[in-house]
């Protein structure tokens, strides 16, 4: 492996990093003794793809920190524990049919033939990436040796004494209750899970995923593995153990598939003891880039064309889940440039990013987002996010800071895009200061896409045919969701994007001056090519992306009829 300083010096000479930047991290790594390359991406000076990819060109190879990682189950079966000691070698994850493993050799040949003709599994492709000697030692301690599975923990769990004061040990792996957190919580991230529910009933324990917007019950415990399960969440997301009559929040994190995944944990107390909901906070899908959102082609176009206008506010509106914050992130990764100063306000802060200044709203201590807004405007910003417009104060302050030659952009909850006028008037936002300072608003919501494998094809019928405006002599097929093992027999996998973008021009602008009711400004909209988000809803269900009964279920379709 080359020196750490020679990896920083190619670093500086590709225009990677900056000499400041490396001093800063070759400081930080003398006092942590982590990699260089661990070190650069945690202070943000280089995305963790970056990172890979130098280290990469430096070595040969990927590197990854085994530290609080989570391996994969099916992964460790491939691989004898005797074996792993005798060679170094920790399984990691098994996606696709590759087996990444960390080695502390991944550039020996003759040791990844031999692992080959352990495994014997010739579609197998073996994916090597450089781990530290030590790490994978430790790794191999707690994993090997031990039940993973979450019906062999429970069957250990059956026969066996949970003992308290050990479970609130940071990592006591020989302890089953502390696996069985741990493989729930990387089931459901592998799940694609956007939340996890814990929730007690009064005679056993309830466990849901919340899987493209819809929850899925996937485990009943029996009631006596509760009192562990609540000393183990709490002391990974660093709650008061003795607290139990009041709502608590807090935060933990593990590696999975060597990615680290950020749990947001609430407790709350019910009748049958304290319910626990954990939303999945994954970096690698809350942050992707514009056009990999899944919009249709005239959304994008017109976002991209609200982009361009440098002063205003843009609203984006929607119920809670309906992907606000994950449109809004992408937009400010799209415009996260190094002349620009981005500064948010938001309630709590779900991704850290490079380069943004972050700021969660504290109400408790009078730091709301009225307040907030006034903070952020001394710090010389050019482009700010606003979480969400709950009141006159924050409103007010918000279409200050556009009217001041700021981008705005914060969410909204209404109905529809036309909606959020009306609404804003009745909070008290004056006409006069709306109009000329709208770049533009987005209705949001996400339905589910069909399974590709299992969809299944039909004739459209006389009620589909009469929303969606086809005639009856003209031949339309179009899909329903069926079920298979790929989609766990529900039918949808994924989601997809159901927008309405509203860009706001002089004639609105003039409109909204002169008083003219919501209709009004959304009949001159549809002349100009507006599309409501049930025509952009229908769009996908022709395209044969999603069904009929899916969008029904997110998007009102009897405005069509």
């Keep these: 492996m080359k020196h750490p300083g020679l990896l920083g010096q190619r670093l500086i000479e590709d225009g990677k990093i900056t000499s400041d930047q490396l001093e800063i991290a070759l400081t930080e790594q003398r006092k942590t003794g982590k990699k260089l390359g661990e070190v650069l991406f945690r202070l943000g000076f280089l995305t963790e793809e970056a990172v890979s990819e130098a280290i990469g060109e430096s070595v040969g190879f990927d590197s990854m920190s085994l530290s609080g990682i989570v391996p994969d189950a099916k992964a460790i079966g491939f691989i004898s524990e005797s074996f792993a000691r005798n060679y170094l070698i920790m399984p990691v994850s098994l996606r696709e049919n590759v087996l990444k493993v960390a080695m502390a050799s991944p550039d020996d040949i003759l040791l990844l033939d031999k692992l080959k003709r352990h495994i014997q599994k ?277 279409l200050r800071a556009a009217m001041t030659g700021h981008q705005v952009f914060a969410t909204l909850h209404t109905n529809s895009a036309i909606g959020a006028i009306p609404r804003l008037i009745d909070i008290g936002v004056s006409p006069s200061i709306l109009s000329g300072n709208i770049i533009g608003i987005i209705a949001q919501r996400l339905a589910r896409k069909l399974c590709k494998k299992c969809k299944k094809p039909y004739e459209a019928e006389a009620f589909e045919r009469q929303i969606m405006n086809i005639p009856n002599d003209e031949s339309v097929t179009l899909y329903k969701a069926e079920g298979c093992p790929s989609c766990n027999n529900i039918g949808y996998q994924g989601r997809l994007a159901v927008l309405e973008t509203l860009r706001f021009n002089s004639e609105m602008d003039e409109m909204l001056l002169a008083g003219e009711s919501q209709h009004v400004i959304l009949d001159t909209a549809l002349k100009h090519g507006f599309s409501t988000m049930a025509q952009s809803a229908l769009r996908w269900v022709r395209q044969g992306e999603t069904s009929i009964e899916e969008v029904s279920r997110v998007v009102n379709l009897t405005e069509l009829l």
Excluded: C
Aim: aromatic content about 6%.
């Design 122 to 398: 010739p579609d197998v492709q073996i994916l090597p990436t450089l781990g530290v000697e030590k790490e994978i030692l430790n790794t191999i301690d707690n994993y090997y040796g031990y039940e993973l599975s979450i019906d062999g923990i429970l069957r250990e769990l059956e026969t066996g004494q949970i003992d308290i004061n050990r479970i609130s040990e940071a990592r006591e792996y020989s302890q089953p209750m502390v696996r069985l957190v741990d493989s729930i919580l990387t089931d459901a991230v592998k799940k694609n899970a956007s939340d996890v529910h814990f929730e007690p009933e009064e005679n056993y324990i309830r466990i849901r995923y919340r899987i493209d917007g819809v929850l899925q019950q996937v485990r009943l415990l029996h009631k006596s593995f509760w009192s562990g399960l609540v000393v183990r969440l709490k002391v990974m997301s660093r709650l008061d153990l003795t607290e139990q009559r009041l709502p608590q929040d807090g935060r933990m994190d593990l590696i999975v598939h060597g990615r680290r995944i950020d749990f947001r944990v609430s407790s709350l107390p019910t009748t049958h003891g304290e319910n626990f909901v954990l939303r999945i906070l994954d970096r690698e899908k809350g942050i992707v880039p514009l056009d990999k959102l899944g919009l249709d082609k005239d959304s994008y176009e017109e976002l991209r064309l609200m982009l361009a206008r440098p002063t205003g506010i843009m609203l984006v509106t929607g119920p809670t889940g309906s992907g606000k914050t994950t449109t809004l992130y992408s937009i400010l990764n799209e415009l996260n440039q190094e002349g620009v100063n981005i500064m948010t306000l938001e309630d709590p802060v779900e991704y850290p990013m490079s380069r943004i200044r972050q700021t969660p709203v504290n109400e408790e201590i009078g730091m709301g987002f009225a307040a907030g807004i006034r903070a952020l405007l001394r710090q010389d910003p050019d482009i700010i996010l606003v979480g969400e417009i709950r009141d006159s104060d924050t409103a007010e302050m918000a």
